[in-house]
């Protein structure tokens, strides 16, 4: 167990791929968006790359991957005075992909047309997404930050996070938008502490535990002390001992299972994988960058251990290539995959 071990509960967005689209066919239009952004294709690779566009239902969805997730790394060009500098400095950010300068540049000169749209940039709904920029506490992707509110108690922020503080005379109250939060609370009598979220209120009973968002349900693990969890449709009451964890939505719950200690390591910026399917890291992985994270089919299964850092997602998966005997493959320098090492090099 680890930090990635729930991940393969989570439904998917536009950060990660459809299980509909081979993950071959979304290697291949990676391909084909870093020959047609590069400059360099000609009259017979567009042609090419129309044929290959109508072959297949799964080719056009693969190629509308690419473009959602290229679309959102590459928004900041679209909106600064100086494309060219930003291009620059997105590339100064990662040394290893400075040969791609080119693209980002070629990209800022024709910041606009169809290829780079904005409309596959959101993650979430234009309401929920306004709803996180007001939020009193929120980070974006990849970033990782605690907060010490008014009466002690500490609050961190995962990845894509967003809370609400709502301070009362007589209620203590958070309300989750976005992403997860590991709290620890502090004593105060006279007030309880609660987090609620679409889903349901949960009420610390001097505790230590984590609220995670996961499409239409709310995951709790509970590390220290108990939360009582009150369903926001049915009303359903059930409290939530140290040691266990539950997923529910705003009716019912799903059977108590152990809450792994592990998990809390993102909030030091690790992940802690203990014989994991390689795949479920990568998911996790997925979380904390703007681009796409993938993995080869023939890699997805093997068993991986260690601690890896959350804020070095790049550097993380050279660690996991290396674990399983392959490599970092990287045809757009927003779009990483574990491959095996007998595949051609990029």
């Known amino acids: 167990m680890s930090t990635a071990a729930g991940a393969e509960n989570r439904n998917t967005d536009v950060s990660e791929p459809s299980r509909e689209v081979a993950h071959r066919a979304m290697e291949e239009a990676a391909e084909w968006y870093a020959l047609l952004i590069s400059g360099e294709a000609t009259d017979s690779d567009h042609i090419r790359w129309r044929s290959w ?21 590459l928004a900041p060009l679209q909106q600064t005075h100086d494309p060219r500098l930003t291009s620059d400095s997105l590339c100064a950010a990662n040394g290893r992909l400075l040969k791609r300068r080119r693209v980002f540049t070629r990209i800022a000169a024709f910041a606009g047309v169809s290829l780079l749209g904005l409309s596959g940039w959101y993650r979430s709904s234009l ?28 609050v961190w922020l995962n990845t894509a996070s967003a809370f609400n503080e709502d301070y009362q005379l007589r209620l203590r109250r958070l309300h989750l938008i976005a992403g997860e939060i590991l709290v620890t609370t502090a004593a105060d009598a006279s007030r309880p502490f609660v987090v609620d979220t679409a889903q349901g209120r949960m009420r610390a009973l001097g505790t230590r535990f984590t609220v ?73 992985l997925r979380r904390y960058s703007s681009g796409h994270v993938g993995v080869a089919p023939e890699l997805a299964e093997r068993r991986v251990f260690g601690t890896y850092p959350l804020r070095d997602v790049e550097g993380t998966l050279t660690m996991l290539a290396d674990a399983v005997q392959g490599r970092v493959r990287r045809p757009l320098p927003w779009w990483s995959s574990i491959e095996a090492n007998d595949l051609p090099q990029n």
């Open 53 to 73: 566009l109508a072959d297949h239902g799964e080719h056009r969805r693969a190629w509308s991957y690419v473009e959602s997730v290229s679309n959102r790394v």
């Open 127 to 154: 309401g929920q997404y306004a709803s996180i920029i007001a939020a009193d506490h929120r980070t974006v992707i990849g970033d990782i930050r605690e907060v010490s509110l008014a009466d002690g108690t500490r």
């Open 212 to 284: 995670r968002l996961e499409e239409e349900k709310t995951f709790l693990a509970v590390y220290q002390g108990k939360v009582e969890i009150t369903t926001a449709d049915s009303g359903a009451v059930v409290v939530i001992p140290a040691g266990q964890q539950t997923l529910f939505d705003s009716n019912i719950f799903s059977p108590l299972s152990t809450a792994d200690p592990a998990r809390q390591a993102w909030s030091q910026g690790q992940l802690i994988a203990w014989d994991l399917p390689l795949k479920n890291i990568v998911q996790e």
